[in-house]
């Protein structure tokens, strides 16, 4: 028996390495992953797709820094303040007004819900109610927000500031008696406001400076 060397196949060993040649490289696939490395188009497709974070652009995802960029309100400098009693003009009290540098707007009303008392004929308390209201006879000024706390330590025992309602539905600051004060009062609601029931009276309206 003759061992017979076996023929290479020249041409089919080289056309394998043709084959190989036309291939696209593989690269050693990732530990994570059994796929290719991204083909040149796969690439650009994501350039297309991932675009440049700018400071614009991490600004106008970001409300926190938009927030930080906006200016804090600033606080009025004047308010509009109601007043039913000795602060209204020709009044007895009417000089603590000025003093802080109000000036006078205009007559008003409130909404129909508030009630009035005269404290010992001396000066009125209003006072918001559930029921049983009238709408009583303002006046509106324009008080500097810095000086209402001077006005309130000057205002008579029992007057505190709060909310006001007018006819028209606007809400302003405004003189009210507290509830202690009211009952120890004269209720005169049906006269509408405190001029016209001094007037009523025909009695001077007075408030000693002692007892602010």
């Known amino acids: ?16 390495l ?18 290719r490395i ?21 600004s106008s995802q970001n409300p926190s820094s938009q927030t930080r960029s906006t200016p804090a309100p600033v606080a009025p400098t004047h308010l509009h303040l109601a007043v ?35 404290i010992q004929d001396c000066y009125p308390a209003m006072l918001r109610v559930a029921e ?14 810095i000086g209402l706390g001077t006005l309130l330590l000057q205002e008579p025992p029992g007057l505190c500031i709060g909310k006001v309602e007018l006819e028209n539905g606007e809400q302003v600051l405004g003189v009210l008696g507290e509830p202690y004060c009211c009952e120890a009062g004269q209720e005169i609601t049906q006269w509408g406001g ?9 009695m001077p309206v007075t408030v000693q400076v002692g007892e602010n």
């Not at 028996?1 to 089919?12: C, F, I, R, Y």
């Not at 043709?18 to 796929?35: F, I, K, L, Y």
């Not at 188009?41 to 991490?58: D, E, F, G, H, R």
């Not at 405190?194 to 025909?202: D, K």
């Open 1 to 16: 028996m003759h061992w017979v060397k076996p023929k290479s196949d020249s041409s089919e060993h080289s056309k394998t």
């Open 18 to 35: 043709v084959e190989w040649a036309s291939c696209p490289p593989v690269h050693p696939a990732s530990p994570c992953s059994n796929d």
């Open 38 to 58: 991204p083909s040149s188009q796969a690439v650009n497709q994501a350039k297309t797709v991932i675009q440049p974070i700018s400071s614009q652009n991490l």
């Open 84 to 118: 039913n009693g000795t602060l209204m003009r020709g009044l007895a009290l009417n000089g603590n007004l000025k003093a802080i540098g109000a000036t006078y707007l205009r007559e008003a009303k409130t909404a129909p819900v508030y009630r009035l008392w005269s």
């Open 132 to 145: 049983g209201g009238a709408a009583i006879d303002l006046e509106i000024w324009a008080i500097p927000a």
């Open 194 to 202: 405190w001029r016209a029931y001094c007037q009523s009276r025909e």
